[in-house]
């Protein structure tokens, strides 16, 4: 029976039977400001993901998420704590991870299947599999005949697709995105969650999705646990367990009953933040749409 399980979440992560593909311990990210003061991005943060697990971590802007996610991909380092990878310190990027930026970051010099291509020689792949993997994946994701376009000729939505063929063409363990469809209209953006939950439900093997967003419906459609932060410093609030079948759609009552109570919660972390007068501006950028 589907079922939706909110806990609060405590200083140090859950216990579990299993052994945790991503394991966050008490992270700490802070940097400087352009007047010199420290500001603390993200307080003493703990988490963990498994194997297979589709995990969406939500809060207002200015909470952290990106530094939590880059961190996560190797391209920045905690100011104090632990983020583990199989049981390993992050060091920096590898294959083992791919990332689905909010700007597809595709080279415009190349064709589509030449951008899927380049990140398949990455990795060592062979010349000749390289070609008929970047086209089975553009087909996949519905870009089978523009394969040999330029990046511009697609629309915002079509890179996005394209971008989503790179990372899965060369088959990380674990994808990340930070807020990839957020820049998107409504229609494109809906597309692309089809496109995300398709994948899930036709992956070979266990793979591991860790997202950031601010948007309520699109966690509550895709993830299995949405793990809710505060307004800056940004600090784990609660945990929601989504126990609906995929594929999910908008409308159905367990995704509207997640996206009620996410929304509320963030609303009243959003006017405690306000209330308080946080030193630093609390953006009110939790979309619901």
């Known amino acids: 029976m589907s079922e939706v399980i909110t806990t609060e979440v405590t200083p140090t992560a859950a216990p579990d039977d299993r052994a945790p593909k991503i394991a ?10 352009t007047r010199g003061s420290i500001v603390t ?11 297979g697990e589709f ?17 996560l991909a190797g391209l920045d380092e905690p100011t104090s704590g ?5 049981g390993r310190p992050i060091a920096g990027p590898g294959p083992d991870r791919a990332v689905l930026f909010q700007e597809p970051a595709l080279f415009p010099w190349l064709s589509v299947a030449g951008n899927v291509e380049l990140a398949l020689k990455l990795i060592g792949t062979s010349p000749a ?3 008929a993997r970047a086209r089975t994946w553009l087909t996949n994701v519905g870009l089978g005949s523009f394969a040999d376009v330029q990046p511009h000729e697609l629309s915002a939505g079509m890179r996005q697709r394209a971008q989503l063929a790179r990372a899965l063409a060369t088959d990380p363990d674990v ?8 820049a998107l209209d409504a229609q494109a953006r809906e597309l692309l969650q089809d496109e995300v939950q398709r994948v899930l439900l036709e992956r070979e093997g266990p793979k591991t999705f860790f997202f950031v967003t601010h948007n309520v419906r699109e966690a509550a459609l895709l993830a299995d646990r949405v793990l809710v932060m505060s307004a800056a410093p940004g600090r784990l609030l609660e945990e929601v367990r989504i126990g609906a ?18 929304h509320e919660l963030l609303m009243r972390e959003v006017a405690r933040a306000r209330a308080e007068g946080s030193d630093r501006p609390i953006v009110q950028e939790v979309d619901d749409r």
């Open 129 to 131: 599999e390289r070609a």
């Open 245 to 262: 079948p995929r594929p999910r759609q908008l409308d159905d009552v367990l995704v509207a009953r997640v996206v009620s109570d996410v």
């Open 41 to 51: 991005a993200v307080d003493h943060v703990s988490f963990d993901v498994h194997i």
């Open 24 to 33: 966050v311990r008490d992270l700490v990210k802070t940097r400087r400001s």
């Open 175 to 182: 994808l990340l995105g930070d807020e990839p469809f957020g």
């Open 82 to 86: 632990k983020v583990l990878l199989d």
């Open 55 to 71: 995990v969406c971590l939500l809060g207002p802007s200015g909470c952290g998420k990106t530094s939590i996610i880059n961190i």
